[in-house]
């Protein structure tokens, strides 16, 4: 079964930088894995794919420039996020996949989320 344990989320100031990671375990599933956010009352938000060999990266409109995709050692990926806005406060998910995709209804393997506060 594969799992994903997200970590390294925190209530940050604006103008701040964060960086979260992923562990990724079990069988090896997938060939994608990404980054989404979700804040209360709103949909799931694409922020970023990356093949799971690490060559191609995929962002959302709103985060390129300012958020990184990579992968870590081992089984790990990562997000680091810069400049960071109120904005920006939301649980953020990592999931994994098949599909090169920014729909979150086509990765099959989730993570329990980390909640980012950023305050003004």
């Known amino acids: 079964q594969v799992q994903l344990v997200e970590s390294g989320g925190g209530l940050v100031q604006a103008g701040d930088s964060l960086r979260l990671s992923c562990v990724v375990s079990g069988p090896s599933y997938y060939v994608y894995a990404g980054w989404f956010r979700q804040s209360p009352g709103k949909e799931r938000e694409f922020i970023a794919a990356?093949?799971?060999?690490?060559?191609?990266t995929l962002y959302g409109d709103s985060f390129e420039g300012r958020f990184t995709i990579s992968r870590g050692a081992k089984n790990t990926l990562l997000l680091q996020m810069n400049s960071l806005k109120p904005d920006d406060t939301a649980v953020y998910y990592c999931?994994?996949?098949?599909?090169?995709?920014?729909?979150?209804?086509?990765?099959?393997?989730w993570g329990q989320g980390t909640q980012v506060t950023v305050s003004s």
């Open positions: 990356i093949t799971w060999s690490g060559g191609r």
């Open positions: 999931a994994a996949g098949n599909s090169w995709t920014v729909s979150p209804r086509y990765y099959d393997y």
